[in-house]
């Protein structure tokens, strides 16, 4: 597991969904395994009453579906998956981060680019 690392909550809230469905993106998970992924890449820890509001949106929104695994020996999980729609929604939130990382370095470097967002 990489070293915990605390990041500023309003920088999460504005990556965590992203960051969700890119998890996702690897293949069809439930929510501790979403998390461990999270925290192994570096985010820290996201805590299920977190987490799984954020999986309620991205399934409203249809960017996720969910389905019930039943359990080895205990209770089931739900496991969640990207759907085409929430595919197409993490590539044009991810060009948009990386566009918005590149301007905000440039202005830290002192050489902001200029231009519209993505």
Do not use: C, N
């Amino acid at each position: 597991m990489a070293t915990e690392q605390e990041w500023p909550s309003d920088w999460m809230r504005g990556v965590l969904g992203a960051a969700v469905l890119a998890v996702l993106a690897r293949g069809p998970a439930h929510g501790y395994a979403i998390a461990s992924d999270l925290a192994d890449t570096g985010l820290g820890t996201v805590k299920g009453g977190t987490l799984y509001p954020l999986l309620g949106r991205l399934e409203s929104a249809g960017h996720v579906s969910a389905r019930w695994e039943p359990g080895d020996g205990g209770p089931g999980r739900k496991v969640y998956s990207l759907t085409p729609a929430g595919r197409d929604h993490l590539q044009h939130q991810a060009r948009r981060w990386a566009r918005f990382t590149d301007l905000t370095r440039g202005l830290f470097e002192g050489s902001p680019t200029t231009g519209d967002p993505a």
